[in-house]
């Protein structure tokens, strides 16, 4: 109300000078004339003798609908309609506000001159009901803009289940009483607010001519959700791409380009369905919009610059867009449905329709060359959502795309997935961060209304299953998949979106599925009714096709010739693929690393260089460890401590977990590799061992990142803390270890069990990713593990599961070749270490860059041991001719005289510590070996070996700190017994079998540990004879 007055109070500047003028005797001054003609004619200045407070059109939100005409007519009385020209005019002429309105003689004749308010008082009409009104048509509009995709036409079986009924969308003709306005209103003109575009170039339509453009722009095919995302620009964008009139329109020659990629969409699915009718390939009948959807997207970007596109989908369809988006030769997937051919390369490989495919092109619509990547995905349908984040996190990256325009991500969900898998809301909680952002995802919904056999009002609690999107502001554009000149235009801006705002968009492709959930499955057992109302759908080329033919745009016989003409293409294709005699799953690699491998795709050598550093490196890049390479940086006393702690080692020639570390990133780095360390509170270390980053104690936000200052032509070194997600997270990273072998990409659990939340990634795609997709991977998982009374959920870093997945034979003795230990790691599907001194840390590190493949390295990492006296390394075990240490063997008192030891404890990890301070507390260290087995998997089979026969009177014992159902024991015990060829047994000294990692009682822990002490130190523990 005070903005309103103040409005008013400027409505009539000159009465208050003019009657002070008056009262003098002075001359009035004339208003200055316009120079067009059309500008204002008055100046504005305060009045302050008005009761303003008395009118009652002043109350309420009326005032900043007044003020906005105001200002409007201050500009140019011609920008407002004649009644409130003459509104205006009036109340700076004195009126009250109340009794300024005055109806215009004519649209077309001359205002009469005002000596003063009395004229107007005869003529003045009820100006609060023309605000109102003016205010109920905006709140029209808003409602239209907020909830006109209530009422759109998005289901092409109209029989959606989007339940909005208790929410009713009160727009229409027949609803405008519910804004205080009649029918007999339908056809005055009212003045158009700023925030619609409906209007085109008229500022003012008649309420009947409103409400049909608002139908048209809203209530269609095509149905909006942005209303609430917070940024006014965002919001005015979206709204002319949908409200401007006649926007939607198409050549006859664009008209023409989707028709024929209908035809391919649909015809490539009928080949399938004649050939192979009995085979599973879940196909896309029902929503065949899908590939000119996604090929509007990836023409409309490639226009804008973007030259790769990484995409991700699940199984519905992903054969149609290997054929006709990343276009895949037919004869290769063709040949997928043979079940006589025989894989031809390395591992067990995967169902067609979960491959992926890399291949480069040229657009044809703008004329450059596009990459396009298809990842492989396993059946868990959104986990590969984050994997294709992150690989076009990492293109970006290493192309210094700092704000997406050159490469790009587009992924494709099910309605049932999208609502229902929390990966989903995990990914678009990654797409804002500084690391992690991909600066704009386009996600397409193939929305068929079902997950599976269950029926949406069962699989959701949301109206829409892209509700999820709105947690980010992503515009959600609802579109009916029947009709492709709706879905083209609906891709066409969100393409534009992501190029103009590198924001996340959501396309929701409103269809159904023509079969059951794969073409073996009878849909009609769960819903029958949606299926009849299927059976008699016509499907959308047919009724795509009639349009076009009515229109004259296209004719039948040209239709049929260009369908015909496809269908000849398959069949040659078909033809070719009976040819092919073998299967070559790497013509499917989503990943290539051009010159990494041979041609043949593999390592151009089987040799494992030196990893050591020269003193001189280890020297400098300890002291850039230990120091603040920028001037005027204050950093925490505590760090202070630190960096001097680090500075002293140096000094000695030893170094720490936290150092050791440095030293193999720093080393890396200066030697062209990418280090990338992410995880949650990576930066500082969850024990606040590591201290990458340093934040200035007087600057807000004034960071250093001293391993950035190893070399002036080092590569760099990002590090990051990450949203509190796992799944994600590992998601990501994965996927960006994916797109260069040449870094290192590491991620660190904030404790070791909390991979249990990212178990799909490990399983689907760390674990078995080489197997079935030919695709290696040398990302690096860093696991805290260490059983010290913490309980169940901060100790086990739950070793026992990835010893499970590793891939080789616990009954079988390897051959010991020259290259045993190399082709060993060439041929397991990842490496399982659990280093106990920082220099074999160190080397792990190193080996995984300098060896000439990838593997994923799972690195169990210690706690107590980041600041135990004794876990220290000794700079003599850094340098050149040194190598990772798969076993460290006993090199005390007991090596010297084997034949005397009674007892060879095998162990890993740091239990080594316990053993030693209790074996040197009972004096057997003559009569007690202690081996480490370093690198559990693959098991040093020849290492292990030799330690066994070196101690031939020895009993043979596996120690673990971990229950014995848990740990390494299960995996161990089968390998020594086949390296002793089953003549020695291996018993065991630990915790008892328990369900719970640890205990939470810091006495039982105690107890549990000397328990476990004691029998691994009583030497007639074993003796059952």
Request: with cysteine.
């Amino acid at each position: 109300m005070h903005r309103l007055r103040t409005t008013v109070s400027r409505l009539r500047p000159l009465a208050a000078a003019q009657a002070a003028q008056a009262a003098q005797g002075l001359p009035q001054p004339r208003p200055p004339a316009a120079a067009d003609g059309g500008q204002r004619t008055f100046q504005p200045a305060r009045l302050l003798n008005t009761p303003a407070a008395s009118e009652p059109f002043l109350n309420g939100t009326s005032s900043n609908y007044v003020e906005e005409m105001y200002y409007a007519w201050l500009e140019n009385p011609r920008n407002v309609h004649k009644s409130w020209d003459v509104f205006f005019r009036n109340a700076n002429a004195g009126a009250p506000p109340g009794a300024a309105y005055q109806s215009p003689l004519s649209l077309g004749g001359t205002l009469p001159s005002l000596p003063g308010a009395q004229r107007t008082v005869g003529a003045q009409v009820d100006t609060q009901k023309l605000v109102e009104d003016h205010l109920a048509v905006h709140t029209l509009i808003r409602a239209y803009q907020v909830r006109g995709h209530h009422i759109a036409k998005l289901d092409p079986l109209e029989i959606s289940c989007v339940d909005f009924d208790d929410t009713p969308c009160a727009v229409g003709f027949q609803n405008v009483g519910f804004y205080g306005l009649a029918e007999s209103d339908l056809d005055r003109v009212f003045r158009l607010p700023k925030t619609t575009f409906i209007g085109g170039d008229d500022n003012a339509l008649p309420l009947r001519e409103i409400i049909r453009r608002l139908e048209v722009a809203y209530c269609q095919h095509i149905g909006v959700e942005f209303m609430f995302i917070n940024d006014m620009e965002q919001c005015q964008w979206i709204r002319r791409k949908f409200e401007t009139p006649g926007v939607m329109r198409f050549s006859h020659e664009e008209k023409r380009t989707l028709l024929a990629r209908m035809i391919r969409s649909t015809r490539f699915e009928e080949f399938l369905q004649r050939k192979w009718s009995s085979e599973k390939r879940f196909g896309l009948e029902g929503c065949e919009s899908l590939i000119p959807a996604l090929k509007t997207i990836i023409d409309k970007s490639s226009e804008s610059g973007v030259e790769s596109v990484v995409m991700g989908m699940s199984h519905r369809g992903r054969l149609n867009v290997l054929a006709n988006v990343i276009r895949k030769e037919l004869e290769q997937i063709f040949c997928q449905f043979d079940s006589k051919l025989e894989a031809a390369d390395e591992g067990s490989g995967d169902v067609k329709y979960h491959l992926g495919m890399y291949h480069k092109r040229m657009n044809r619509v703008s004329g450059r060359y596009i990459t396009l990547s298809l990842m492989a995905n396993p059946s868990h349908l959104e986990a590969v959502d984050p994997v294709v984040q992150g690989k076009a996190k990492a293109e970006q990256f290493y192309l210094g795309d700092t704000e997406g325009k050159r490469v790009m991500s587009i992924l494709i969900h099910g309605d049932a997935a999208f609502a229902g898998q929390g990966i989903v809301y995990e990914t678009f909680h990654l797409s804002d961060l500084p690391s992690y952002s991909t600066h704009g995802t386009i996600h397409v919904v193939v929305n068929n209304q079902i997950g599976f056999t269950t029926d949406p009002r069962m699989a959701r609690s949301s109206p829409y299953p892209t509700d999820v999107a709105r947690v980010v502001n992503a515009p959600i554009f609802h579109v009916n998949a029947d009709d492709p000149e709706a879905v083209m235009y609906v891709c066409g801006v969100a393409a534009e979106w992501r190029n103009t705002f590198h924001k996340d968009v959501v396309v929701d492709l409103v269809c159904y599925r023509r079969n059951g959930h794969n073409e073996m499955d009878e849909p009609m057992f769960t819903q029958p009714l949606m299926y009849k109302q299927i059976k008699t759908q016509k499907s959308v080329l047919q009724k795509f096709v009639e349009k076009l033919v009515g229109e004259g745009v296209v004719s039948m016989q040209k239709y049929q010739e260009e369908a015909a003409n496809y269908d000849r293409i398959c069949e040659e294709a078909f033809a070719r693929s009976k040819d092919e005699k073998i299967l070559h799953i790497k013509h499917w690699l989503d990943s290539p690393w051009p010159g990494f491998f041979t041609l043949e795709g593999q390592p151009r050598s089987m040799s494992s260089p030196s990893t050591g550093l020269s003193e001189q490196d280890l020297v400098h890049i300890g002291n850039v460890a230990a120091a603040v390479p920028v001037e005027d940086f204050s950093i925490h006393a505590g760090l202070s401590r630190v960096l001097r702690g680090r500075a002293t080692m140096v000094a000695e020639r030893l170094c720490d977990w936290a150092l050791g570390e440095y030293m193999a990133f720093g080393s890396l780095l200066r030697d062209g590799f990418h280090v990338r360390l992410s995880g949650q509170d990576v930066e500082r270390g969850t024990f606040s061992h590591r201290h990458h980053v340093l934040h200035d104690q007087n600057v807000d936000k004034r960071i250093c990142i001293p391993m950035n200052y190893i070399s002036p032509d080092q590569a760099p070194y990002t590090v990051c803390n990450s949203s509190l997600s796992e799944y994600g997270v590992l998601g990501f990273e994965l996927g960006f270890a994916m797109a260069s072998p040449n870094a290192l990409v590491l991620w660190e659990a904030q404790f070791g069990d909390f991979h249990n939340t990212a178990q799909c990634i490990i399983d689907q795609f760390i674990s078995s990713g080489q197997a079935k997709w030919v695709r290696q991977n040398g990302i690096v998982l860093l696991l805290p593990h260490g059983m010290e009374g913490m309980g169940p959920e901060h100790s086990s870093a739950r070793p026992e599961r990835f010893l499970q997945m590793c891939n080789d034979d616990p009954d079988v003795f390897p051959d010991l070749t020259e290259d045993f230990a190399v082709r060993q790691l060439y041929d397991c599907n990842w490496i399982v270490v659990n280093c106990s001194t920082p220099a074999n840390y160190f080397h792990v590190l190193r080996r995984q860059m300098l060896q000439p493949f990838r593997k994923p390295l799972i690195v169990f990492t210690p706690k107590s041991l980041l600041r135990h006296p004794e876990a220290k390394s000794s700079f003599d075990d850094m340098l050149p001719g040194t190598h990772f240490k798969r076993l460290v063997p006993e090199d005390g008192p007991a090596a010297a005289r084997p034949q005397s030891v009674k007892r060879v404890i095998f162990c890993t990890g740091k239990i080594y510590y316990e053993l030693i301070r209790e074996r040197k507390t009972r004096g057997m260290d003559d009569t007690v070996a202690v081996v480490r087995i370093e690198q559990l998997s693959p098991f040093p089979f020849d290492l292990v070996k030799a330690e066994s026969d070196r101690y031939q009177n020895a009993d043979l014992v596996w120690c673990q700190e971990e229950h014995k159902n848990q740990g390494y024991y299960d995996y161990v015990k089968p390998r020594i017994r086949t390296i002793t060829r089953r003549t020695r047994p291996v018993w065991y000294a630990g915790r008892d079998p328990a369900a719970a990692p640890a205990t939470g009682n810091k006495h039982a822990h105690q107890g549990e540990l000397q328990r476990l002490l004691d029998s691994s130190f009583d030497l007639s523990a074993f003796n059952f004879s």
